[in-house]
């Protein structure tokens, strides 16, 4: 079972930037998709962004389109969301997630603990 920790999350200002970053354990992350997730007190987890394995393909939930970035570094095994132009509606617990294949609409099967990200206005 992969173990996937994130880190990077904190408290700013709206209009700041934060990245967070997860870093998975094991052989397969070069080639699973990774995502990001995230929860807001109350609502549902939402599907913030996924990459494929390859990179080349990437999904990005309407609201965040423009301001946030998902990359990988496969040397490194880890996944960043550079988060930019903040807003307080973006506040939640963001979680990593690794798919259980290479597209990022693929299901998602291992999870991380999550970061809290606190945007105040």
């Known amino acids: 079972q992969v173990q996937l920790v994130e880190s990077g999350g904190g408290l700013v200002q709206a209009g700041s930037s934060l990245r967070l970053s997860c870093v998975a354990s094991?052989?397969?992350?070069?080639?699973?998709?990774m995502g990001w997730f995230r929860q807001a007190p109350g609502k549902e987890r939402e599907f913030v962004a996924g990459?494929?394995?390859?990179?080349?393909?990437?999904y990005y939930t309407n609201s965040v389109k423009g301001r946030f970035t998902i990359y990988r570094n496969d040397a490194k095994n880890t996944v960043y969301l550079q988060m930019n132009s903040l807003k307080p509606e973006d506040t939640a617990v963001y979680y990593c997630?690794?798919?259980?294949?290479?597209?990022?609409?693929?299901?998602?099967?291992?999870w991380g603990q999550g970061t809290q990200v606190t945007v105040s206005s």
């Open positions: 997630a690794q798919a259980v294949g290479g597209r990022y609409y693929d299901d998602y099967s291992s």
């Open positions: 990459i494929s394995w390859s990179g080349g393909n990437i």
């Open positions: 094991g052989r397969t992350f070069s080639s699973r998709a």
